[in-house]
């Protein structure tokens, strides 16, 4: 069987998760007869959808994630179906994953959808991971160059036990 990129890079956030004391199964989500390359189910109520991105941006250091509308829906279909979903932010060259839930990814989207005053094709988020510090997550604002939405803080140790309801700081 060939290797993919997303073999090795999902591979890092599944076997995070699989490291966990209260991991217990997982498997490939199917929808419509086909197996998801990005949707996962964890003890079978979790559903976590990863995507990657291997390096910054030279420009602004950013690591850009973009979220096409049949995205989307495959992350409500999985929410669905588990009851709770997350979406795993893979960057790779800062060998960082950060993880926010639905309804987080769902906020920043909103955010855009308001700053925009409609409704886009595809959404860019963006994640920051300045040295040191816990990790940012957000949207640009449209028409406008250099400047964010509102910059969401993801601890660096929120993955993978947040998915699992416990983190160090209760996110």
Known sequence: MKINDDH??????????AEHLQFTAIKAVTAD??????????????AVFLKYAEKPTKTFNEYVFTFYLDHLDEIERIEQKAGKAFVALVCIQARQICCISRDELTDIIEERKRAKGSAEDRYTILVTVPKGKSLRVYANCPGKRKKSLNQRIVSRTRFPGVIFKESKNGQ
Do not use: E, P, T
């Not at 090795?8 to 998760?17: D, E, N, S, V």
């Open 8 to 17: 090795f890079y999902h591979g890092a956030a599944l076997i995070q998760i």
């Open 33 to 46: 007869g086909r197996v998801s390359r990005s949707s996962f189910l964890v003890n079978n109520d979790i």
